[in-house]
């Protein structure tokens, strides 16, 4: 294990070293050049930022859990080598190259998010085509995160030597809504008082390892049904979304990316030190729902964000480009941020590698990572700790999920208010309510624990809009006259990978010719996805065919 770990990182370091200084040196990045951080520089959206922090800021924006459950997912039903090879190859030759691209294009439009660089260079029809596109991708993230995080807050009861009872779902869920009243606590302790921050993180950052314990105290308190715990994640998606930043969102972002490299450093720990043999096939194949077994093309869009992820290019155009105070410094946080991620995914294919096959029935990603950084994490604090060490790894887990949920439904909330000019505080309501429903729904008609059915259209969609970002970037740069094929190339595979599996997804979900279920809805959005990127080709096509050059920063 801790040889493949290291010639994994070896590639990564390489493909940073050579292949992002190539990639960098075709934008020919200028730190003459003054960006719109050091431009604008309010204080509030726009602030100039050292690397080194904003690498860090950026990291735990997009390392969230799609490089978590992709992983494990697609190691139980192809093996651990073709997955350990794409997340490789993808992450350096197209994820990077995406996240890169998206942070430089930005960056180069006034900080401008890739769908208005949509805007400016494919028409409003483009603009109205990807941002419909994005939002049918976000309720997909919710659909997928929501029931992940619902089956990991389920359990049995455990009796234990001392007479008490112990429930691992209920533990999860005790430390998961603990830490985020926590983050409530501080946001409004840090908004009304405004203490120095290191005495905030002295002070909650050990709070959230004590919710952690409090968990695995009153494990048997919070015990409801998986369909029970998913509407309630969509109301806390609902409220969450609606809050002022500073209450929920920044505290519980801040503390979690303390949680983040925490787990982080529990799966280096296990992996070098901690002696584990491989317990999984390196290949094999096998049947699940929505997925034929075969490599080409669900391999791909199964692993999602460890490789490459759309998502990546709405957090870098949104918020990371209006932070960069010098061109060249978008190399380390958009390149190296990817590859970062790219560890993340190898961590959490670690945890299902050296699972015994036998003891991961029935077991979602989220308790499958949960138990491996327990396990990596009582290399340290002993065997007889696992249970608060595999608490807090799924608590690690859920705690990704929660960050994602809050953004995406924001997103969303944002999308449609910009579409339909929905501006006062009843639109965004209304909005919120519009990008919640479906999913709801979606769920209720699956039913519990079929989080397949969603996960595999979320890939293919969330990829497919990386490969939409790419498509915009491309045609920017030969509108620029500049090289493009670095970023036609990824974005060709990547598109004709995901359409084919999203083909295949609507075929598989009309063969049974059954109405009114989640399987029927997602080949009708499968079917739109294709339809909207469809179009959005021939824009781009369009705006190739003009004589004049779009203007560009």
């Not at 992709?70 to 350990?84: K, N, S």
């Not at 999860?172 to 120095?196: C, D, E, H």
């Not at 692993?303 to 978008?330: D, M, R």
């Not at 009708?524 to 909207?532: C, D, K, M, R």
Request: hydrophobic share 55%.
């Amino acid at each position: 294990m801790a040889l493949i770990a290291i010639g994994f990182l070896v590639f990564l370091a390489a493909g940073y070293k050579l292949y992002g200084r190539y990639v960098a040196s075709q934008y020919r990045l200028d730190d003459k050049v003054t960006t719109p951080a050091v431009t604008v520089n309010d204080g509030i959206d726009y602030c100039p930022t050292k690397p080194f922090y904003l690498l860090g800021q950026h990291f735990s924006a997009i390392a969230a859990a799609g490089p978590i459950v992709g992983p494990i997912a697609a190691c139980l039903q192809f093996g651990w080598l073709p997955c350990l090879l794409w997340i490789g190859l993808g992450a350096v030759f197209i994820g990077a190259v995406h996240d890169f691209s998206c942070l430089v294009a930005s960056v180069r439009h006034e900080a401008r998010s890739i769908a208005e660089i949509v805007r400016q260079h494919l028409g409003r029809r483009g603009w109205i085509f990807m941002m419909l596109f994005i939002w049918l991708a976000l309720i997909y993230v919710i659909c997928a995160f929501t029931d992940v995080t619902a089956g990991t807050f389920v359990g049995q009861n455990e009796d234990l030597p001392n007479g008490l009872s112990f429930n691992t779902g209920g533990a999860v869920a005790f430390a998961s809504t603990a830490y985020l009243l926590l983050a409530i606590i501080m946001g409004v302790i840090q908004r009304k008082w405004n203490p120095p921050l290191w005495l905030m993180t002295i002070i909650f950052v050990p709070a959230t390892l004590f919710v952690v314990w409090l968990g695995t105290q009153y494990s048997t308190m919070l015990i409801l049904p998986a369909r029970t715990w998913a509407i309630i994640i969509l109301v806390y998606c609902f409220v969450a979304s609606l809050l002022p930043v500073w209450l929920l969102l920044q505290p519980r972002g801040y503390l979690g990316g303390f949680v983040l490299y925490m787990a982080l450093a529990a799966g280096i720990i296990g992996i070098f030190f901690g002696h584990f043999e491989i317990q999984q096939k390196a290949f094999t194949t096998s049947h699940a729902p929505g997925l034929t077994g075969s490599l080409f093309p669900f391999l791909f869009v199964t692993i999602a964000c460890g490789a490459c992820s759309g998502f990546h290019g709405l957090v870098a155009s949104g918020t990371t480009s209006k932070q960069i105070a010098s061109e060249p410094h978008c190399r380390p946080v958009g390149y190296g941020g990817m590859l970062l991620e790219g560890f993340v995914a190898l961590i959490a294919l670690a945890t299902v590698m050296i699972a015994i096959p036998t003891s991961l029935k029935g077991l979602t990603p989220g308790k499958i990572y949960g138990y491996g950084i327990g396990r990596f994490l009582a290399v340290v604090i002993g065997e007889k700790n696992f249970t608060l060490a595999a608490t807090f790894g799924m608590m690690a887990f859920s705690t990704f999920i929660f960050d994602t949920l809050d953004v995406a439904t924001r997103l969303g909330r944002y999308i449609l208010q910009e579409l339909f000019n929905l501006r006062a505080r009843n639109g965004a309501i209304f909005a919120t309510l519009l990008t919640i429903v479906p999913p709801a729904v979606l769920l209720l008609l699956a039913g519990s624990g079929k989080y397949l059915l969603f996960w595999t259209l979320f890939g293919s969609s969330n990829q497919l809009l990386a490969a939409l970002s790419l498509l915009a970037i491309t045609v920017w740069l030969k509108q620029m006259k500049r090289p493009f094929m670095f970023t036609l190339i990824p974005m060709l595979f990547v598109m004709v990978i995901t359409i084919w599996s999203l083909i295949l997804q609507a075929s598989w979900a009309f063969r049974n010719k059954i109405v009114m279920n989640a399987q029927f809805f997602n080949g009708i959005v499968s079917l739109v996805l294709i339809l909207l990127a469809m179009m959005l080709a021939i824009e781009a096509v369009r705006s190739t065919l003009k004589t004049q050059p779009a203007t560009a920063v």
